[in-house]
């Protein structure tokens, strides 16, 4: 179990430093400071996560507490992703990330998480096997997306609203593989589906692009549809082998989708 915290005022610096190089031209000196930074994430990013199994993300609230009905439907979706042989993948934090990355944690399944340094809110959740801390939210999205071969959306906010049109955006535009996408949460989805139809309607996406995502409130449903495309997509093959001489650690799963 990898459980890590963060100083705050060490959050803060990170945080602060972000809000300057996005204020626009930096000294080269500091903006190349950035690049290093955010390449030594990228790369500990991928030795941390190359081994973990092929991945299912679940993107939703962090606010969403223990007692709230779709933190048990979070939970739920957790546990089915783990009967499916795969590893859930989350941002690591509470709410709707803790409760899937709890289903499956507690229920024999492999979890993994892509926690961020924010200076309020985050914190890590304690039911991961194996995560990675990043301070750059456009690495932790690149590696929630890179690892992962099919992706579930819960109720939540802005971010999950940002994870979920992204992951999107790159499978209309081919740059990611077709991989399913479920969206769990009807009647908290009514009004962004009636807004996806209008897009349809104004011919700003083309009606095949609602093919790209199933809304449903059942997470069997759910399950089946990311089952199905898998089964008929890809095929299973042995993983990588770690190399221990580069401090390489395997994780339990010996599998690997392609």
Same mark, same amino acid.
């Given at each position: 179990? &990898?459980?890590?915290?963060t100083? !705050? ?6 945080? &602060?430093?972000?809000? &300057?190089?996005? /204020? ?6 500091r903006?190349?400071?950035f ?7 990228? $790369?500990?990013g991928f ?7 092929? @991945? ?20 739920e979706?957790?546990?089915?992703i ?20 709890? *289903?499956?944690?507690e229920?024999?399944? !492999?979890s993994?998480g @892509? ?6 809110? !985050? ?25 992962s ?11 999950? $609203?940002?994870?979920?049109f ?5 499978? !209309?535009? *081919?740059?990611l593989?077709?991989f399913?996408v479920?969206?769990?949460?009807? /009647? ?7 807004? $996806? ?7 700003? $996406? ?20 990311i089952e199905?495309?898998?089964? &008929?997509?890809y095929?299973?093959?042995p ?9 390489e ?10």
């Amino acid at each position: 179990m &990898n459980q890590q915290t963060t100083s !705050q005022p060490a959050t803060k610096k990170l945080f &602060n430093q972000d809000i &300057n190089f996005l /204020d626009g031209p930096s000294s080269r000196g500091r903006e190349l400071s950035f690049v290093w930074k955010a390449m030594v994430q990228f $790369i500990k990013g991928f030795r941390t996560l190359h081994f973990v199994g092929p @991945c299912i993300s679940v993107f939703g609230s962090a606010r969403t507490g223990e007692g709230h009905p779709v933190y048990q439907k979070s939970y739920e979706v957790g546990k089915k992703i783990a009967g499916l042989g795969f590893t859930v993948m989350t941002g690591g934090g509470p709410g709707v990330m803790e409760a899937a990355n709890r *289903g499956a944690f507690e229920n024999g399944g !492999q979890s993994v998480g @892509c926690t961020i340094k924010l200076p309020k809110e !985050q914190t890590n959740n304690p039911y991961m096997h194996r995560s990675v801390d990043f301070s750059y939210f456009f690495v932790r999205k690149v590696l929630l997306v890179k690892y992962s071969h099919a992706f579930v959306v819960m109720p939540g906010g802005f971010g999950t $609203i940002d994870e979920l049109f992204e992951t999107l955006t790159l499978i !209309q535009t *081919g740059i990611l593989h077709n991989f399913p996408v479920v969206v769990i949460g009807k /009647d908290y989805y009514s009004d962004l589906w009636i807004f $996806i139809e209008k897009m349809i309607q104004e011919k700003t $996406i083309n009606p095949a692009d609602l093919d790209l995502l199933l809304l449903t409130d059942d997470i069997d449903e759910g399950m089946a549809y990311i089952e199905h495309y898998i089964k &008929n997509h890809y095929q299973i093959r042995p993983k990588p082998t770690a190399w221990w001489i580069l401090g390489e650690r395997s994780s339990k799963t010996q599998t690997r989708v392609y």
